[in-house]
């Protein structure tokens, strides 16, 4: 398939940085945007076709979308949402306004970017939109609270649309990572300092032992279960060129094995599971 487009956002690192070069070796017209224009220029300077794309800033979003479509005349055959953070703390620390700001970036952008290019996609009859979730989209973490709820947000949205779409051409599918080696960690820091008032938590001993060291500390050895971004490419490439794409593409095996234990396990053996699984 000649000339086949992509808009790709959050590409200045990780999974989406991965994506961009994998699919562009390909043979795919890749758009791989990123929030900041020097991350732009970065990745234009190595050959890639790049502009600014916020998902935060929905003046940024309706502009990313308006130069896409007008780079590509019209057309735009897949669209993979990616770029999230996560605002670490107990839940009740954390401020509407720091889980309001979450969710602009995390939730409200993607829904905004998707609508832009869903009628370029139903102009032409056919299309790809692919959610890069997580596993806490499946399942909830102590500590993660903000992030978990983005996640959720979205697999339910994106279920919904998944069904909207049936008989369009449009196939809307979600990965779900698990562990992933990227910057996700060192990425969360700014956030948690902005809002989260740990020293004025009922819970600042525990913050002090066990957040704080998992977030400023580098860790005594790698997880054992993480992948690199290649991993989440892999099923990216899968549900963009499968002619029948799967729904859901798990990565990570953590996440297959939730998702088993979301199937067998009743909820208090669930949480049980999880509560050992939270690491901070």
Same mark, same amino acid.
């Given at each position: ?53 916020? $998902? ?54 993607? $829904? ?34 903000? *992030? ?58 525990? *913050? ?7 977030? *400023? ?26 002619? /029948? ?10 996440? $297959? ?5 979301? /199937? ?17």
């Amino acid at each position: 398939m000649p000339d086949r487009t992509i808009l790709i956002t959050g590409c200045s690192s990780g999974i989406g940085l991965d994506a961009a070069r994998s699919l562009a070796r390909r043979g795919w017209r890749v758009l791989a945007t990123c929030r900041k224009p020097q991350d732009c220029a970065r990745l234009q300077a190595e050959g890639l076709e790049s502009f600014p794309l916020d $998902h935060a800033d929905p003046a940024s979003v309706a502009a990313g979308a308006a130069e896409a479509l007008a780079r590509t005349g019209g057309r735009l055959d897949a669209l993979f949402n990616n770029g999230a953070y996560a605002l670490p703390g107990a839940v009740e620390d954390i401020p509407r306004a720091g889980l309001e700001e979450l969710f602009q970036a995390n939730f409200f952008g993607w $829904h905004d970017l998707t609508r832009r290019v869903i009628p370029a996609m139903r102009a032409q009859g056919s299309g790809r939109i692919v959610q890069c979730s997580s596993v806490l989209g499946r399942v909830g973490l102590k500590w993660r609270g903000a *992030y978990v709820a983005s996640k959720h947000a979205l697999e339910g949205l994106t279920d919904v649309l998944r069904l909207e779409m049936a008989g369009t051409g449009i196939h809307v599918i979600l990965i779900e990572p698990g562990p992933i080696a990227t910057r996700f960690r060192e990425n969360a820091i700014p956030p948690f300092e902005r809002w989260i008032d740990w020293r004025a938590s009922p819970r600042a001993e525990e *913050y002090r032992t066990r957040l704080l060291r998992r977030l *400023y500390e580098p860790a005594a050895k790698p997880d054992r279960f993480e992948l690199p971004p290649a991993a989440v490419t892999a099923a990216l490439i899968r549900a963009l060129e499968s002619r /029948r794409p799967r729904a859901r593409y798990r990565v990570t095996l953590p996440t $297959h094995l939730i998702e088993v234990a979301r /199937r067998l396990l009743p909820t208090r053996a669930l949480d049980a599971l999880l509560q050992r699984g939270s690491g901070a």
